[in-house]
């Protein structure tokens, strides 16, 4: 079974300060993919970032960075320099290298940025 | 190029009513996508298309849950004989390719809120 962990259930910063968001995952597929989905008040997700389990390279866009860590199976995601903007839920999600399609979702971070 | 879009975006409803969601997906992306999401969750997948074909469906889309992409376009969801537990938002999502493909993003609309008294 997979399951997909975001301990934080919410988090405030103020603005300007860097954050991060934690995701630890569970699979016994020795390949997989793990994404980060962003939910605005508006409702719809945004994609953020897909990883690869065989590529363990640390990801930086813009003030947006990810660390996966496949030796404690976590893929946390840092956001430096936090804007009001950045103000939303946010998803982790694990799905399978191997014939289905499903995306596994943690139960998300809400993160609030204070002005 | 207008994004995935849902209709209705809100539902209320009697328990023991049929309600049906329609997604209209971006054009030409031949796979569609329903997922639910509860209050405080995070999505959960029901079922996915590939064309007109649904190929996977979740355990939690029991006999009540009917969904369909007759022409390989637009997809509607139907849920029959309402409970309050189908109370939720339900997604609907498209993308030119599978997850594993390309950069495996998935488009999301808004979501169709349902209520269910």
Redesign the interface.
Known sequence: AQKVTQAQTEISVVEKEDVTLDCVYETRDTTYYLFWYKQPPSGELVFLIRRNSFDEQNEISGRYSWNFQKSTSSFNFTITASQVVDSAVYFCALKSNFGNEKLTFGTGTRLTIIP | DT??SQDPRHKITKRGQNVTFRCDPISEHN?L?WYRQTL??????LT?FQNEAQ??K?RLLSDRFSAERPKGSFSTLEIQRTEQGDSA?Y?C?SSPL???AT?????????SRLTVL
């Open positions: 994004g995935v796979r996508y405080g969750q995070g999505p959960e997948f996915y190929l996977e979740s938002m997604l999502a599978g997850v594993a950069t495996g993003e998935l488009f999301f609309g808004e979501g």
